[in-house]
């Protein structure tokens, strides 16, 4: 099975060299690599090119291609994905690591399993040392559905995976320009509906966590507002299946909290968002969430409550 590592390149000169050694040094052989440059104003891409200059067994597998202007996250996702050729691919954030072994386990685990996805134990990474290895979850695959829309329950990244080229006709817009924050709970709750998951519970991903600059880190009403485009892509998907999951609903009851810390008005929301529960709790939740003050308060902590309850 031949296997592209996909790498969104934008201000990671520190980290790059150590991402890029991991990736060249697989002992997994039939991998090609698609590095994509987002318009980074440092040196990180003549950082990786040297790297790629220490590795020749790998050289003549390398392509780095390059956006014109600063694409952002989402847009930089989807253009690495219509270059894949292989019958896998995998997601690398450049700022992170994979131990030498990962590809080799994600690819046996799928060649065995068959699945449309596969999912590995990643660890936590600063300053050299990895942290206790977190499995992924081995629940049914109604179970994880189940998580994954609740939101907040079990992790929703798109790293750490091994995904068959399939899965690219089942959700062809994966990615959208302008979903540069959550595009990743955009993808993984669209691809869990439509795709069979496997696991392995080997070391596959090194997250690193001591990038103060990485997207993650810095939440902002952008990235907000980028959320809740995210959750309408989600929306759309679900309402074209003809049916809302209360599961799903709940999850989507997130946008009123997450609006109502950033200072978003219900108007905006409404616009970016335009939901309608179809579920009596729903219903109730969401009266009780676009509200403010104390009713504001009490409906997010039977929020959390019910979202615990539906997740089971």
Not at 51 to 67: K, L, W, Y
């Amino acid at each position: 099975m031949r296997v592209t590592i996909l790498v969104p390149v934008y201000k990671v000169e520190r980290y790059i060299a150590e991402c890029a050694e991991s990736l060249f040094t697989q002992t997994y052989p039939d991998i090609d690599y698609i590095f994509c440059d987002d318009g980074t104003p440092d040196s990180s891409i003549n950082v990786l090119q040297s790297v790629v200059e220490r590795h020749p067994e790998r050289q003549g597998r390398v392509t780095i291609i390059t956006n014109e202007t600063n694409k952002g996250a989402g847009a930089t996702r989807r253009r690495l994905i219509e270059h894949v050729q292989t019958e896998a691919f995998t997601f690398v954030d450049a700022d992170d690591c994979l131990p030498t072994t990962a590809i080799a386990a994600l690819v046996k685990c799928m060649e065995q399993s068959g699945a449309d996805i596969v999912d590995g134990a990643f660890a936590n990474y600063a300053g050299g040392s990895a942290g206790t290895p977190q499995s992924p979850y081995h629940g049914s695959r109604q179970s994880y559905q189940r998580r994954l829309m609740c939101q907040n329950i079990i992790p929703n990244r798109l790293w750490g995976k091994l995904y068959h080229q399939r899965v690219i006709e089942r959700v062809p817009d994966m990615f959208k320009e302008g979903i540069d924050y959550s595009e990743d709970f955009s993808a993984s709750v669209r691809l869990a509906a439509v795709t069979e998951r496997a696991w392995t519970d080997e070391l596959v991903y090194l997250y690193r966590t001591d990038n103060m600059s990485s997207y993650t880190k810095n939440v902002s009403r952008k990235s907000v507002v980028s959320y809740l485009r995210a959750s309408n892509e989600v929306l759309r998907f679900f309402h074209m299946r003809g049916h809302l999951p209360l599961s799903l609903e709940i999850g989507l009851l997130n946008v009123y909290r997450a609006s109502h810390d950033a200072g978003i008005s219900l108007a905006e929301t409404d616009t970016l968002v335009p939901y309608i529960p179809e579920h009596f709790t729903a219903i109730l939740l969401r009266i009780l969430l676009r509200s403010r003050g104390i009713i504001y308060a009490f409906g997010d902590i039977l929020y959390r409550a019910v979202r615990m309850l539906v997740a089971r």
